[in-house]
């Protein structure tokens, strides 16, 4: 999926570079607005309980007008190697205090965090500088899906207890509506690929847990709570605005 957000993201500049050569300085442009960021977050409230530092990369679609107001979809896929559970696995540790796969053989077993959120955003451009209006203070907020889980690896083992469906027991799913706020920056160049923007993110996951048992607890009952799953940290995003081509002048002597 991200390989094809990279060949759109080639073919859009392709476009660009062929139609936006305008001058963007004394005018707002209403145009498409097409991004893909890297976002770094840093996990609070029960969140925290779970996982540790949290990656989104993603995508944004959406229209900015000509009185630069935003709106727009905006897709995370969410991952990270910091689990903070532990003991999920001690009902499987035999006498030697190991796992065993199906040959009796010691067995590895991989943790991380999965998820991705979707959400509908709405913000505008506040310019700062007179040298470009389609440039300025970006701010956006919205609300949307949010799902997140643990994933569980064996590599090539096989692991009967963490086969098919017993992974379920185990994996955490989580999900629920969330909210999100972002603050910082967005620049649009007059013309060429330099078209970015990076600031402040934070979300707000309303989630509930969607097994009805924890194979590790299984004496324990699931919690049904809302819970109140955090995420603050920092996002930047190169842009690809789809300007409309210019019309051509033609003079006649």
Known sequence: ??????????VALIGNSLFAQRNMKDSVIGTPWVAVHYGANWTSGDLADRYGFLNHIGAVAGYKTSKNWFWGLDGNFIFGNQVRMTGIFDNLVDSYGNVTDVNGDIGKI??????????FAVGKVIPVFRANRNSGLFIHAGAGYLLHKMRVETQDQVIPSLELDYRKGY????????????V?????????AINFYGGFYAQQGFTKNQRDIFFDQPTVAVSKELRSD????????????IYKRQPK???FN
């Open 1 to 10: 999926m991200f390989q094809k957000l990279l060949v759109f993201a080639f």
């Open 110 to 119: 991989l943790v991380f965090a999965r998820g991705f959120n979707v959400n």
């Open 171 to 182: 994996d955490r799913l989580t999900i629920g509506l969330a909210t999100h706020q972002f």
């Open 184 to 192: 910082g920056y967005a620049f649009l160049s007059n013309r060429g």
């Open 230 to 241: 955090i995420q603050m940290g920092l996002k930047l995003g190169w842009f690809i605005p």
């Open 249 to 251: 002048d033609f003079y």
